[in-house]
């Protein structure tokens, strides 16, 4: 299996930026599609985005609305995700799960979690 590690979450003001980062041990981290979901207080997890085990392919959901970034270094076994233009509304734990399938939208489509970090946007 692997093991998830995500780093990077923070408090910051409204229009500010995070780069959040998911170090993966365990097992070859290229064999994996990654997503980044996020899960507010009193509400499900939610899917943010997914990219591909080469990272050739991304899929964003709707409402990141090209704030957020996606993207891999499978030489250094890590996912990241860049966030633009950040709101109050983006105020979550943030997830990073490993798939041995392929980049899906659902959580049930990813077999390992991180244990999340927190982001937190002032208004």
């Known amino acids: 299996q692997v093991q998830l590690v995500e780093s990077g979450g923070g408090l910051v003001q409204a229009g500010g930026s995070l780069r959040l980062s998911c170090a993966a041990s365990?097992?070859?981290?290229?064999?994996?599609?990654m997503g980044w979901f996020r899960q507010a207080p009193g509400k499900e997890r939610e899917f943010v985005v997914a990219?591909?085990?080469?990272?050739?392919?991304?899929y964003y959901a709707d409402w990141v609305k090209g704030r957020f970034t996606i993207s891999r270094d499978n030489a250094k076994n890590t996912v990241y995700l860049q966030m633009n233009s950040l709101k109050p509304e983006d105020t979550a734990v943030y997830y990073c799960a490993a798939s041995v399938t392929y980049y899906s939208t659902s959580r049930f489509g990813y077999a390992y979690w991180g244990q999340g970090t927190q982001v937190t946007v002032s208004s």
């Open positions: 990219i591909s085990q080469n990272g050739g392919s991304r």
């Open positions: 365990g097992r070859t981290f290229s064999n994996y599609a």
